[in-house]
Structure formats: structure tokens, C-alpha cells
């Protein structure tokens, strides 16, 4: 089985889907299926949800990305240009751990919170162009504007949703909405 063929990709998905084959294995359920499995895996809402593609460019969901961490699995998991819809509420964040990713791996952002001082200072060296939203509906269609096709505009937020939503998935389903709505 080649990695292309995972439902979900990523590194840390790689591992995960490797380990979900062994113990398959150690419980004698068959090769075919365990690959079958593999190849046609849902994944979680709001967890690198793909949610459509619009001339060429490729919207993910990963709004329950509410911490640096998860922000840093899901852009080290992108093979293309990333357009970032990051912000909301800070809880501390230290972007340090992930700015060689942002770098290497992103062409622009779209802060989605009401104060996105922290993190404008954050990458205003490393990534050229950074706007501001202050919905998901204006992040969308910003951060569409900014692609071009084989891009993806990738929301992972790395902050709590509280600011401008009720939680994490009010923001992803709202991200969704204006995905479609384009």
C-alpha cells in the first residue's frame, strides 16, 4: 500500500494509520481489510476536514487545531502553497516551535480574531502578505483572493475560538459555510 493511497495524510497520520495495521494484524484481521480500511477512513469533523476544492484551490477544516501543536501537525502535513487562516483567543502561544514551518510552507495569512497584534509581529519577517478578518466569511473570501489553483487555504487556527465564535466547530461549520458559499 502506498502512502498516497491513506484516506488521511500526514505524518503523525502515517504513524497512527501504522499502528492501527499492526494491531489489525495481532488481532488476525486480514491484509485486504485492514488496507481497505486505510484507503476509505472518515475522518474527524473539524480535524484536516477537506471541504471542497474552487478553481483549483483546496479548503481544509481543522478549527479544532486550538493550540500551536496541532497547528504545527496540520501544516507539516501540507505538501502545497498554504494560504493560513490562524487566530482568536491567544493562550500564550509560543509560535517559535513552528516559524521554520510557516516559512518553508507558507505564501500568506489570513489573522480570523479581533486582536492579531501577537501574531502579526510573529511572522511579519518570514511570510509576505498578512490580513485580518474579522469573520469567516471575510477570511474565506480573502484568503481565496490570495490563491491560485494547487494552493490550499488551510484554517487552523492555533487559538481558541471564543473571540468571534461560540467554540471551535460553530467556527469550523461557519468556515464551511462560506467555502460553499463562494
Known amino acids: 500500500m502506498t502512502l498516497e493511497n491513506l484516506a488521511l495524510q500526514g ?10 495495521g499492526v494491531i489489525g494484524r495481532l488481532f488476525d484481521i486480514r491484509k485486504d481489510v485492514i488496507k481497505e480500511s486505510l484507503t476509505d477512513f472518515q475522518g474527524a469533523e473539524h480535524r484536516l ?35 493560513w487562516i490562524v487566530g482568536g483567543v491567544d493562550k500564550g502561544n509560543d509560535y517559535s516551535t513552528i516559524k521554520v514551518l510557516v516559512k518553508q510552507k507558507v505564501k500568506a ?24 478578518a474579522l469573520s469567516a466569511t471575510e477570511a474565506v473570501e480573502k484568503a ?16 481558541a475560538s471564543f473571540d468571534l465564535f461560540k467554540n471551535f466547530e460553530d ?3 461557519q468556515f464551511k459555510k462560506a467555502v460553499y458559499d463562494l
Open 11 to 20: 505524518k503523525q497520520t502515517l504513524y497512527d494509520s501504522m499502528a492501527a
Open 49 to 83: 476536514e477537506f471541504v471542497t476544492r474552487v478553481h483549483g484551490i483546496e479548503f481544509i477544516n481543522d478549527s479544532k487545531a486550538t493550540n500551536v501543536n496541532s497547528s504545527w501537525y496540520a501544516l507539516e502535513s501540507m505538501t502545497r502553497p498554504v494560504i
Open 109 to 132: 495569512i489570513v489573522c480570523l480574531g479581533r486582536d492579531n497584534a501577537k501574531i502579526h509581529e510573529e511572522f511579519k519577517d518570514i511570510v509576505p502578505e498578512i490580513l485580518d
Open 144 to 159: 481565496y483572493y490570495l490563491g491560485k489553483a494547487d494552493d490550499v487555504v488551510l484554517l487552523s487556527p492555533a487559538c
Open 171 to 173: 467556527r469550523g461549520n
